[in-house]
């Protein structure tokens, strides 16, 4: 068993698995990785730029639900419906459906 070992080990290899560990390969960078990698941050970049540069500027967007038909009364409806933040909530707004007879002597 052992002289199997010795006769068919991988010479100048590592122990155990080649690509985890402590002592393990690496894999050499070619062009094809460089080339993906510079297609990807050229993606990236384009994505970018379409998000800082916005299709319509604020000026040719005014109006532009006016200009499809949208009635107007629904789109201030739905902004004014749409909040960032929730109201104030107070316990005596919570409970002051309880405070309908309240006697004092």
């Not at 002592?23 to 050229?42: C, G, I, P, W, Y």
């Amino acid at each position: 068993m052992r002289l199997f070992q010795a006769l068919c080990r991988r010479k100048n290899s590592v122990p155990g698995n080649v690509w985890i560990g402590k002592h393990r390969l690496s894999r050499s960078v070619t062009m094809q990785d460089v080339a993906k990698l510079r297609n990807q941050f050229e993606i990236e970049e384009k994505n970018m730029f379409y998000l800082r540069h916005s299709y319509l500027t604020p000026e040719q967007s005014y109006g532009h639900a006016i200009a499809l038909g949208k009635p107007q009364e629904k789109y201030v409806a739905l902004i004014t419906r749409k909040k960032d933040y929730k109201d104030n909530i107070t316990i005596e707004s919570m409970l002051g459906h309880l405070r309908h007879k309240e006697a004092w002597d």
